[in-house]
């Protein structure tokens, strides 16, 4: 077998603050194949959007990077700014969160998707104008001749983020990275953003990385799914598997914090107490003991190793059938085992 589209190796994004380092990501690893999708999920400040901003080079001067990000077995981590600029948007393009922010109010929709085209093909105006209507219409943009001319705020939410997509699939990239991409949209418009993207990458054969922290839409659109917790991986595994028998108890927090259609209308949600480690002064220990409902004591002295998990069925994203960061995995407290 080939090298995998994307493949992440201890990677580890550390910032430096006035209170200390701040390990945002540590010692993570993880494959993408083409025409496949893996989903990254977890709570806010779980390190999700700042591996995605290591994977595409991002963090020039803000972060110190170190690992190896390899696209297509072509290694990224250290390459200048000139010969990266000619890798992002034409090899692997992202879809950030807000649309809004990521258009320039100035310009028309059209002059931004053409532009993006002109600057990696070298095209003319004429031609890259074309190609900025036939990628409107390809993401279901009514009239894209007409709308190509009108400015961001004249698009509703689900329009700006169907032209956000139009421009980052302008150049063709072999990979694409979706940072929460439905977060701000309705329900309905949100199913239409998803089923765009499945679409897209079947009839392209996109690899894929879908950011979220909604595992209805992890169960929805991927294969794979990693679980980050604390800036490092909790859980990895074929989506299948994940969810039908979580092995981590974050995991298992997650899965049984979604509303259940069988839930009584009197009973609360289930929730996971506490709050998110501090990524200032980790513990020595499991960063989610504290949290933890079958946390022993070697739990708060021990950090466990993101090993591979051999109960666990399924396929996994990282090579391994199913990997589990846990000292005790799969064994669920009377409590949790009655949900």
Sequence with gaps: ??????????????????????????SLAFTVEAGRTLGIVGESGSGKSVTSLAVMGL?????????????????????????LATVRGRRMAMVFQDPLSSLHPYYTVGEQIAEHFRVHFKAGRAAARRRAVDMLGEVG???????????????????????????????????????????????????????LIARLQQERGLGVVMITHDLGVIARV???????YGGRAAEQGAVEALFAEPAHPYTRGLLDSLPRLDTPDDQPLPSIPGTPPSLLDPAPGCAFAPRCPRVRARCGEQRPEFAAYPDGPGGGAGGHRRAVACHFPGARTPEEASR
Excluded: K, N
């Design 59 to 83: 963090h020039r001067g803000a972060a110190q990077v170190t690992g190896s990000v390899a696209l297509a077995g072509r290694e990224l981590t250290g390459l200048g700014e000139r010969e």
């Design 141 to 195: 943009i009514p009239e894209p001749a007409r709308r190509a001319g009108e400015y961001p705020h004249q698009f509703s939410g689900g329009m700006r983020q169907r032209a956000v997509i139009a421009m980052a699939l302008a150049c063709e990239p072999e990979l694409l990275i979706a940072d929460e991409p439905t977060t701000a949209l309705d329900v309905t418009v949100q199913a239409q953003i998803l089923e």
């Design 222 to 228: 991927a294969h794979e799914v990693l679980v980050m």
């Design 1 to 26: 077998m080939g090298a995998p589209l994307l493949a992440v190796r201890d990677l580890h994004v550390t910032f430096t603050t006035p209170r200390g380092t701040v390990r945002a990501v540590d």
